[in-house]
Each structure stands twice: as structure tokens, then as C-alpha cells.
């Protein structure tokens, strides 16, 4: 006989995750965009920290990059302010 395991049912935490918007590549080409840390005014290039305290791992210019030459999606910072 088959015996059946008692598993409690824990509610999913939501995901959080880093949205990736697409960049067309005509954009990307013709346009001077603002799309890295490194463009924005709350970006310490000393530390290389963001002054906001968010995470500049996902992005930073070279991660930007190369997820834009991969899928042709960038995460783009919705708190980014440029001079």
C-alpha cells in the first residue's frame, strides 16, 4: 500500500525579479540612450554603488550590454535620473 505524505501547503512567496524591456536594435544603434548605472546621477563611479541603495549588479553597463546582445533586452532602471 501506498502511503500518502502529509505535505503543508506554504503559500509562494512572490518572485522578485528584474524586468528586461525590449530595445530595438535600430534604437540601440541610433539613439544616445541612458540605460547603464554608470548614466546616472545616483551612481557613485568611487564606490561604484548606487546612492539610492539599489543593486547596481543588473545594471551596470557591461551586464547591459551583454544582455542586449543575447536577447535584445535590457533592464532598465525606473529610478534613473541623467544630467
Known amino acids: 500500500m501506498k502511503q500518502q505524505i502529509n505535505k503543508k501547503q506554504t ?5 522578485q525579479s528584474i524586468r ?3 530595445v530595438s536594435a535600430a534604437d540601440y ?3 544616445i540612450m ?21 543593486s547596481t549588479k543588473w545594471h ?3 551586464y547591459q ?3 542586449f ?10 529610478f534613473q535620473e541623467i544630467d
Not at 546621477?41 to 539610492?52: D, E, P, V
Not at 546582445?69 to 525606473?78: F, P
Open 11 to 15: 503559500p509562494k512567496k512572490p518572485r
Open 20 to 22: 528586461h524591456d525590449v
Open 29 to 31: 544603434n541610433k539613439y
Open 34 to 54: 541612458p540605460w547603464a548605472c554608470e548614466d546616472c546621477t545616483h551612481y557613485n563611479s568611487t564606490t561604484q554603488l548606487c546612492t539610492l541603495g539599489y
Open 60 to 62: 551596470n553597463r557591461e
Open 65 to 67: 550590454r551583454h544582455t
Open 69 to 78: 546582445e543575447l536577447s535584445g533586452k535590457m533592464a532598465l532602471c525606473r
